[in-house]
């Protein structure tokens, strides 16, 4: 994560961006309410996680850097206990089930190459049914950024694009556009902020010591490299083919 990720910098240096970035967190926990454990990836400071936390039953949050995790530990609230791990979605899944997990201001950060190994890594700790939330700034917008908050404009994508990528991993998704702290239904290149709702995840492939270590999953045939699994998860029996 930047550096000017975080909140108290934000609100020093521009208040209102504080207000449409909450906003974002409020439209995730809107569609999540009432998941029992959900995944935030690429927390930063975790200060809006809490409108999250309020409604679902657990948030696990994760980032790359020590720093920002160190800082939510220090200054974390006991009435609002939060579990929050240093993790780099790079190199792999988090251990664990969730039932739905999110990213807000992540992707845009993210080298093209890495993009669909870092969201197939977010989503794989999913059940079956799990819903899977990406939110990031349209490409069109980034021609009225500030320099401060500018990431690659290499990386920004439209709304269509945005579309095509997260249809990689779901097969269904449902794209919202966002101006100011107001979520619709608009016209894409319109948008200053852009927000994929995912769900019905495609079968994707997966090494077989990766599929060992997935709770839930059982490997019932393999050759080099490959896998046929089959989820031992009783809500929902499924099964695929998957290598890496």
Same mark, same amino acid.
């Given at each position: 994560?930047?550096?000017? %990720?975080?909140?108290? $910098?934000?609100?020093?240096?521009?208040?209102?961006?504080?207000? +449409?970035?909450?906003?974002?967190?409020?439209?995730?926990?809107?569609?999540?309410?009432?998941?029992?454990?959900?995944?935030?990836?690429?927390?930063?400071? @975790?200060? &809006?996680?809490?409108?999250?936390?309020?409604?679902?039953?657990?948030? $696990?949050?994760?980032?790359?850097? =020590?720093?920002?995790? !160190?800082?939510?530990?220090?200054?974390?609230?006991?009435?609002?206990?939060?579990?929050?791990?240093?993790?780099?979605?790079?190199?792999?899944?988090?251990?664990?089930?969730?039932? @739905?997990?999110? @990213?807000?201001?992540?992707?845009?950060?993210?080298? %093209?190459?890495?993009?669909?190994?870092?969201? !197939?890594?977010?989503?794989?700790?999913?059940?079956?049914?799990?819903?899977?939330?990406?939110? /990031?700034? #349209?490409?069109? #917008?980034? $021609?009225?950024?500030?320099?401060?908050?500018?990431?690659?404009?290499?990386?920004?994508?439209?709304?269509?694009?945005?579309?095509?990528?997260?249809?990689?991993? +779901?097969? $269904?998704?449902?794209? +919202? #556009?966002?101006?100011?702290?107001?979520?619709?239904?608009? +016209?894409? =290149?319109? %948008?200053?902020?852009?927000? &994929?709702?995912?769900?019905?995840?495609? @079968?994707? /492939?997966? #090494?077989?010591?990766?599929?060992?270590?997935?709770?839930?999953?059982?490997?019932?045939?393999?050759?080099?490299?490959?896998?046929?699994?089959?989820?031992?998860? =009783?809500? /929902?029996?499924?099964? &695929? %083919?998957?290598?890496?």
């Amino acid at each position: 994560m930047p550096a000017w %990720a975080s909140w108290s $910098t934000t609100w020093n240096q521009d208040p209102k961006r504080t207000l +449409f970035t909450l906003a974002r967190y409020k439209f995730v926990a809107r569609m999540l309410a009432g998941d029992r454990h959900v995944l935030e990836v690429g927390c930063a400071d @975790a200060f &809006g996680t809490r409108i999250v936390q309020q409604a679902v039953k657990k948030v $696990t949050a994760v980032d790359f850097d =020590p720093l920002f995790v !160190a800082d939510v530990k220090e200054r974390m609230n006991p009435h609002w206990p939060i579990d929050v791990r240093v993790h780099d979605m790079l190199d792999g899944p988090v251990p664990g089930t969730f039932d @739905a997990a999110y @990213a807000l201001d992540v992707l845009e950060h993210i080298r %093209a190459e890495d993009e669909h190994r870092f969201i !197939a890594n977010a989503i794989a700790p999913l059940t079956p049914e799990g819903i899977a939330i990406f939110g /990031m700034p #349209s490409l069109e #917008s980034q $021609t009225h950024a500030s320099r401060r908050a500018r990431p690659d404009m290499s990386i920004c994508k439209t709304g269509d694009a945005f579309k095509r990528t997260l249809e990689r991993h +779901f097969h $269904t998704v449902f794209m +919202f #556009s966002m101006n100011d702290e107001v979520v619709h239904t608009g +016209f894409y =290149p319109m %948008a200053h902020y852009l927000l &994929g709702v995912a769900c019905h995840r495609r @079968a994707t /492939m997966l #090494s077989v010591d990766r599929a060992r270590k997935i709770r839930h999953l059982l490997v019932v045939w393999h050759n080099p490299g490959r896998a046929l699994w089959m989820t031992l998860d =009783p809500r /929902m029996y499924h099964r &695929g %083919a998957r290598a890496c």
